[in-house]
T-cell receptor, first 111, second 113 residues
Framework: DQQVKQNSPSLSVQEGRISILNCDYT??????FLWYKKYPAEGPTFLIS?????DKNEDGRFTVFLNKSAKHLSLHIVPSQPGDSAVYFC??????????FGTGTSLTVIP | KAGVTQTPRYLIKTRGQQVTLSCSPI?????VSWYQQTPGQGLQFLFE???????NKGNFPGRFSGRQFSNSRSEMNVSTLELGDSALYLC????????????FGPGTRLTVL
């Protein structure tokens, strides 16, 4: 049973525009969320996190939004750059426990 | 600081065999987690070790096992391999808690024929 879902397997965006990646979760006990980025032949690298006490966290071009009532989080990348082309995974964790990952969204930024 | 290393990077086995994968965490990191990545399933949590003890376990059959040594290095073992075990196996280390920022290794690509 997939507790964290990324319903869009792929996304294409023009360079300079906004990329919005979405993630839904089912477990209301999740209170910590992260986004990872993965290039081919490399392990995922941490991008940005948010705890359930916040609804927004920003780091440079990357912003994560959390809507607890909808059990939904999103990652905004503005402006998108070709180097952002990668697979993005969202992950969620209940207190003191392991992470549950989504299936990933492959982002392609077109120059 | 050296990153997380995993050996071997690629492995081909046949059904019924067993396999051992190795992970060396970042120096000073004491938590090691293992994940299986397959197309369409994302990263599935296998188990997490801290101070040589399994602290969390995912929903995988008993054929999947692991251990951690006193230097925090970890191994995972899969016995009686099945075709469906073909996947990328990722190891991640963190300082103390699995919820601390995790640093992933490049993974071991296991192919079962």
């Amino acid at each position: 049973d997939q507790q964290v879902k990324q319903n869009s397997p792929s996304l294409s965006v023009q360079e300079g525009r906004i990329s919005i990646l979405n993630c839904d979760y089912t477990n209301s006990m999740f209170d910590y969320f992260l986004w990872y980025k993965k290039y081919p032949a490399e392990g995922p690298t941490f991008l940005i996190s948010i705890s359930s006490i916040k609804d927004k966290n920003e780091d440079g071009r990357f912003t994560v939004f959390l809507n607890k009532s909808a059990k939904h989080l999103s990652l905004h990348i503005v402006p998108s750059q070709p180097g952002d082309s990668a697979v993005y995974f969202c992950a969620a964790s209940p207190t003191g426990n392991q992470f549950y990952f989504g299936t990933g969204t492959s982002l392609t930024v077109i120059p | 600081k050296a990153g997380v290393t995993q050996t071997p990077r690629y492995l081909i086995k046949t059904r019924g065999q067993q396999v051992t994968l190795s992970c060396s965490p970042i120096s000073g990191h004491r938590s090691v987690s293992w994940y299986q990545q397959t197309p369409g399933q994302g990263l599935q949590f296998l188990f997490e070790y801290f101070s040589e003890t399994q602290r969390n376990k995912g929903n995988f059959p008993g054929r999947f096992s692991g251990r951690q040594f006193s230097n925090s290095r970890s191994e995972m073992n899969v016995s009686t391999l099945e075709l469906g075990d073909s996947a990328l196996y990722l190891c991640a280390s963190s300082l103390r808690l699995a919820r601390d920022e995790q640093f992933f290794g490049p993974g071991t690509r296991l192919t079962v024929l």
